[in-house]
T-cell receptor, first 117, second 110 residues
Framework: DAGVIQSPRHEVTEMGQEVTLRCKPI?????LFWYRQTMMRGLELLIY????????DSGMPEDRFSAKMPNASFSTLKIQPSEPRDSAVYFC???????????????FGQGTRLTVV | TQLLEQSPQFLSIQEGENLTVYCNSS?????LQWYRQEPGEGPVLLVT?????EVKKLKRLTFQFGDARKDSSLHITAAQPGDTGLYLC??????????FGAGTQVVVTP
């Protein structure tokens, strides 16, 4: 497997524009996580899915943020409208969470560096 | 407010020295994990600890899990420049939610 694939790697957009980040998880994984990383706030969990269903979106900062997982192999995180304070690195991760806790590992994509000017 | 508090935030040491980073939580997790992140990459898992009081060794890295399963430490012996990176602790709850601490940036200079 190629691992978790995120696109684009870099995105520069103007304030007010819509931004869509994409993620392809590892095949067979049943959990998908979206994180945002900044120097000030570290790695924040925005939302996570189990079997394509959103379980906890309490980390989504505002209504401008939305996430979908239409099938097991694809998820999107959308920001509309974008603002300069949304500038950060956004990571997608997937895992197979089961009864074997010792072998539960989150695999991360390389992230999307978003800059809103 | 971070559920997992890490300290220190930054650590700079010379090659060959030892270092310890800490992770403390107000909650009990099903398991606690340590990840390392290098610039431009996502975090990569180093170890998972599950049992209170557990100690795990991975070459020069020693991981401890507190008896109450709410705190952990990572000790590196004879640090090398290749150990440079952001060290993150993370906790899975019983519903599969994975949360991270803010991380400790470690810099090892030759």
């Amino acid at each position: 497997d190629a691992g978790v694939i995120q696109s684009p790697r870099h995105e520069v957009t103007e304030m007010g524009q819509e931004v869509t980040l994409r993620c392809k998880p590892i095949s067979g994984h049943d959990y998908l996580f979206w994180y945002r990383q900044t120097m000030m706030r570290g790695l924040e969990l925005l939302i996570y899915f189990n079997n394509n269903v959103p379980i906890d979106d309490s980390g989504m900062p505002e209504d401008r943020f939305s996430a979908k997982m239409p099938n097991a192999s694809f998820s999107t995180l959308k920001i509309q409208p974008s603002e300069p304070r949304d500038s950060a690195v956004y990571f997608c991760a997937s895992s197979k969470f089961g009864t074997d806790i010792m072998n539960t590992e989150a695999f991360f994509g390389q992230g999307t560096r978003l800059t809103v000017v | 407010t971070q559920l997992l508090e890490q300290s220190p935030q930054f650590l700079s040491i010379q090659e060959g020295e030892n270092l310890t980073v800490y992770c403390n939580s107000s909650s009990v997790f099903s398991s606690l994990q340590w990840y390392r992140q290098e610039p431009g990459e996502g975090p990569v898992l180093l170890v998972t600890v599950v049992t209170g009081g557990e100690v795990k060794k991975l070459k020069r890295l020693t991981f401890q899990f507190g008896d109450a399963r709410k705190d952990s430490s990572l000790h590196i012996t004879a640090a090398q420049p290749g150990d440079t990176g952001l060290y993150l602790c993370a906790g899975f709850d019983s519903w599969g939610k994975l949360q991270f601490g803010a991380g400790t940036q470690v810099v090892v200079t030759p």
